[in-house]
């Protein structure tokens, strides 16, 4: 079934570990999105991606790194977690020019 | 940059009847998208209904339509005769153009509650 995958969809993390929230879509499409989701602030956009090879800071970048190697994955990794980060996270792709994004099914993250 | 801005943090309707989901964004570009998505407790995001900035028809869905504002740079949401399954958080969206990052930011939700 066509769509786009996240692993894994939870995780308790000790603060100051390293950790990678993994992302796979094989509907082909050229964007893809990470957003962290809290109450009462929406989703928030960390890092995207318009094409394999190239990536952009969102608007709560700091603490985050991601990598587009190529179109289907997205990995995002958090180099040294802290309790802030305890958040849901979204990755999302859509094809380039303006269609809807479509969501995984996210990933609960609790930094302890 | 552009904001998206929900103004209601919570809203109840009876089933049966219709409600209304308030939006409100900024931007400076003339040519954009607009999405409400509905994320029910399952956590899943689902597309509820889309609206280009270019047309002048306001978008519908069978019971959901959107009246879209486009000088008022508003975008609300009608759900006609409520069901028990609409209850969710409803998020509204914006979406840049390709040429201006292609970007999709979000408001702040509004958690939408059906009463029988």
């Known amino acids: 079934i066509a769509g786009i995958t996240q692993a894994p969809t939870s995780q308790i993390l000790a603060a100051g570990r390293r950790m990678t929230l993994r992302c796979t879509q094989d509907?082909?499409?050229?964007?893809m999105y990470w957003y962290r989701q809290d109450l009462g602030l929406g989703l928030r956009l960390i890092h995207y991606?318009?094409?394999?090879?190239?990536?952009g800071k969102g608007e709560v970048p700091d603490g985050y790194s991601v990598s587009r190697a190529n179109t289907d994955d997205f990995p995002l990794t958090l180099a040294s977690a802290v309790p802030s980060q305890t958040s849901v996270y979204f990755c999302?792709?859509?094809?380039?020019?303006?269609?809807?994004?479509?969501f995984g099914q996210g990933t609960r993250l609790t930094v302890v | 940059a552009q904001t998206v801005t929900q103004s209601q943090p919570e809203m109840s309707v009876q089933e049966a009847e219709t409600v209304t989901l308030s939006c409100t964004y900024d931007?400076?570009?003339?040519?954009?998208?607009l999405f409400w998505y509905k994320q029910p407790p399952s956590r899943q995001m689902i597309l509820v209904i889309r609206?280009?900035?270019?047309?002048?028809q306001n978008a519908t869905e069978n019971r959901f339509s959107v009246n879209f504002q486009k000088a008022a740079k508003s975008f609300s949401l009608k759900i006609s005769d409520s069901q028990l399954g609409d209850a969710a958080m409803y998020f509204c969206?914006?979406?840049?153009?390709?040429?201006?990052?292609?970007?999709?930011?979000f408001g702040a939700g509004t958690i939408l509650r059906v009463k029988s």
């Open positions: 931007t400076s570009e003339s040519d954009y998208y």
């Open positions: 991606s318009n094409t394999a090879g190239t990536t």
């Open positions: 609206q280009e900035a270019y047309k002048q």
């Open positions: 969206a914006y979406r840049s153009p390709y040429r201006y990052g292609n970007k999709l930011v």
């Open positions: 509907m082909r499409h050229n964007a």
């Open positions: 999302a792709s859509s094809v380039s020019g303006g269609a809807e994004a479509f």
